[in-house]
């Protein structure tokens, strides 16, 4: 099933205004000990400070449910440094018997997997055709999980508060795979093509859409929790983040959220994973003998 449905400003590059910049308290947690970094678990992963960070947007043009902007406390955690390639799906398929990504309609063609194998050269591309569930059971199979929204909106922002952008107000061609019509090729593109953000992240904003945990609720931001959020109860459609190669560039915004019924398709979406830091580090400590 193929249903993409984007709750974004229009494809016309409307612009939104942006708000003042707000203080927010640094996080005084430090980031774990070599031996944690080294489990293979979190290899190509970035970790991410428990802190605060003001989550959403009260922008004058941007979406409803995007509103109101509000200050959110996420614990530490990792996160892929890239979304998941096919390569790297390729292993989960090749070990578990998963079906392939794969839609038998015409646009799906160039990116449809022939058995196990993906496009031919496109091993460092980003994995799509993957619905919500296909990307749970691949997270779960390396041990890990989707991120929440909270989590992957803190992400995006880096150290930037209340910016527009990964990268501050303005986004460039150099920093992410988005639509620019005739001023190049439109495509998807290799992971780490373009400048990583703020936390070393690659495809934060651009290249495809990526899966988070949560239900999509467009109310939810009036109700949700200040504390670790994870979404409403239930719900029709899974949070989809990030923007794409086809999107114009106010879709690549940081408080932008896009949403998609769990078992759908597209070659605009894929994902990458999150675990907690927590449970990873007291696993470090209760291996250390006691002197």
Not at 42 to 60: K, L, R, W
Request: aromatic fraction near 12%.
């Amino acid at each position: 099933m193929f249903l993409f449905v984007l709750t974004g400003c229009s494809e016309d590059g409307s612009s939104s205004l942006s708000t003042p910049e707000k203080h927010i308290e640094a996080s005084p947690e430090n980031a774990p000990s070599s031996a944690v970094t080294a489990d293979p678990k979190v290899q190509d992963m970035v970790f991410i400070p428990a802190g605060e960070f003001i989550m959403g947007s009260d922008d004058e043009e941007v979406n409803a449910d995007e509103k109101p902007s509000h200050k959110v406390f996420v614990d530490s955690f990792y996160i892929d440094r890239h979304e998941v390639t096919n390569s790297q799906y390729q292993k989960f398929i090749l070990a578990t018997g998963h079906s392939a990504p794969f839609v038998d309609k015409p646009w799906a063609e160039p990116y449809n997997w022939k058995g196990t194998a993906y496009p031919e050269e496109k091993g460092k591309h980003p994995v799509v055709l993957v619905s919500w569930d296909d990307a749970q059971a691949y997270a779960r199979w390396a041990g890990k999980r989707l991120p929440t929204e909270a989590e992957w909106e803190k992400a995006v922002r880096g150290n930037l508060v209340s910016k527009k952008y990964p990268f501050g107000d303005q986004l460039e061609m150099s920093q992410a795979n988005f639509d620019k019509g005739f001023l190049r090729e439109n495509a998807l593109q290799p992971v780490e093509r373009y400048q990583p953000g703020g936390y070393g992240l690659y495809d934060m904003a651009g290249n495809v859409w990526e899966w988070c945990q949560d239900w999509y609720d467009e109310k939810y931001y009036k109700v949700s929790s200040g504390k670790n959020p994870a979404g409403p109860d239930g719900g029709v459609y899974r949070v989809l983040r990030g923007g794409s190669w086809v999107n114009d560039k106010e879709f690549l915004r940081c408080a932008q959220r896009g949403k998609n019924v769990p078992d759908g398709k597209s070659h605009v979406v894929g994902f990458r994973c999150a675990l907690s830091a927590e449970p990873q580090i007291l696993a470090h400590e209760a291996r250390i003998p006691n002197l």
